[in-house]
């Protein structure tokens, strides 16, 4: 069982940057690739980023692409989320997740909830107008 936990959360003014981390513990036989979702109170949680699990191919949600910026570093088995420009309207809670094993790598797939076996506890990201 792989367990994530997210990290760097904070509160920062429009048009400022933050870097989340998400480091993965527990089973260490295996790769994950791994995605970055968020929930803005009162919204459904909706995806932001994933990256493959040797880091080759990364997908973004049209309201973050080219501002956020997703990467991995599997020696310290840390996925990171930079996130630049920052607007009022991604304030939410950023939810790292571990994506299942054995499904392709698509857009389609790696945006869907359900294809995510284990999440982290969240951390919250505010941007002040």
């Known amino acids: 069982q792989v367990q994530v936990a997210e990290s760097g959360g904070g509160l920062v003014q429009a048009g400022g940057s933050l870097t989340l981390s998400c480091a993965a513990s527990?089973?260490?036989?295996?790769?994950?690739?791994m995605g970055w979702f968020r929930r803005a109170p009162g919204q459904e949680r909706e995806f932001v980023a994933a990256?493959?699990?040797?880091?080759?191919?990364?997908y973004y949600a049209d309201s973050v692409k080219g501002r956020f910026a997703i990467s991995r570093d599997n020696a310290k088995r840390t996925v990171y989320l930079q996130m630049n420009s920052l607007k009022p309207e991604d304030s939410a809670v950023y939810y790292c997740?571990?994506?299942?094993?054995?499904?392709?790598?698509?857009?389609?797939?790696?945006?869907?909830?359900?294809?995510?076996?284990?999440w982290g506890q969240g951390t919250q990201v505010t941007v002040s107008s």
């Open positions: 997740a571990v994506f299942s094993p054995g499904l392709p790598l698509t857009i389609g797939t790696m945006t869907g909830q359900h294809n995510y076996i284990a």
């Open positions: 527990g089973r260490t036989g295996t790769t994950y690739a």
């Open positions: 990256i493959s699990w040797n880091g080759a191919d990364s």
